[in-house]
């Protein structure tokens, strides 16, 4: 199964833009990556679904068009533009490997992205 | 609206049981399968396994085997988690969290065991 790896920490100011990036390692290279971000104290919520050729399906239901992905090789990016203070939080990526009873969700350690 | 609401916080004793449960609204329960992830206290988010909602066959992940059990109430849309013989080291925040695509989450649940 995939391992993912993303920086623990990130910073932006206010009114910047931020990339964050999930690697995935090496052999699996089309898999798509699933972006959740969490508020300070509260749960994740699903931000959108990014593989090779970009955004996969819709976005979560309330994230705003200044959250964007790309997939490049074994990178998969998280683009936030203008970022407000509500953007403050820990973004983790999960990727899906194999299926039915050998299904599994793995997880990357998460960024935590701080707004200066 | 599409939403998942778990129970409440839950303080045990070492070796006692918990369950926890996950009632869906604004959707057929049985169209999507339920996860359960784990958050350790300042860690990062652990994928604990899923329970088909059409037959209720579980599978666990590793390290989720044994004192874990994935189980539904369908007439009422629920899942549910239950952890027996309680540690220390399973005081967690755990979330369900519907299909594949982990959406939607529920808001979580603070499990506590301390003597």
């Known amino acids: 199964q995939p391992v993912l790896t993303q920086p623990p920490s990130a910073s932006a100011s206010l009114g910047a833009s931020v990339t964050l990036t999930c690697t995935l390692s090496?052999?699996?290279?089309?898999?798509?990556v699933d972006w959740y971000q969490q508020r300070p104290g509260k749960g994740p919520r699903f931000v959108m679904r990014?593989?090779?050729?970009?955004?996969?399906?819709s976005k979560g239901d309330g994230i705003p068009d200044r959250f964007s992905v790309l997939g490049s090789g074994l990178n998969r990016y998280l683009t936030i533009k203008n970022i407000q203070e509500e953007d403050e939080s820990d973004y983790h990526c999960?990727?899906?490997?194999?299926?039915?009873?050998?299904?599994?969700?793995?997880f990357g350690g998460g960024t935590k992205l701080t707004v200066l | 609206q599409v939403q998942l609401v778990q129970s409440g916080s839950e303080l045990k004793k070492p070796g006692a049981s918990v369950k926890v449960s996950c009632k869906a609204s604004?959707?057929?329960?049985?169209?999507?399968?339920m996860n359960w992830v784990r958050q350790a206290p300042g860690q990062g988010l652990e994928w604990m396994g899923w329970?088909?909602?059409?037959?209720?066959?579980?599978t666990y992940a590793q390290g989720f085997t044994g004192r874990f059990v994935f189980s539904l109430d369908t007439s009422v849309s629920t899942a549910y988690l239950q952890i027996s013989s309680l540690k220390a080291e399973d005081t967690a925040v755990y979330y369900c969290?519907?299909?594949?695509?982990?959406?939607?989450w529920g808001q979580g649940t603070l499990v506590t065991v301390s003597s």
């Open positions: 969290a519907s299909s594949s695509w982990l959406n939607p």
């Open positions: 329970i088909n909602t059409n037959t209720g066959n579980p």
């Open positions: 990014v593989g090779t050729g970009g955004i996969v399906g």
């Open positions: 090496s052999g699996y290279s089309n898999y798509k």
């Open positions: 999960g990727a899906d490997h194999g299926s039915g009873s050998n299904f599994v969700k793995v």
């Open positions: 604004g959707y057929t329960f049985t169209s999507y399968a």
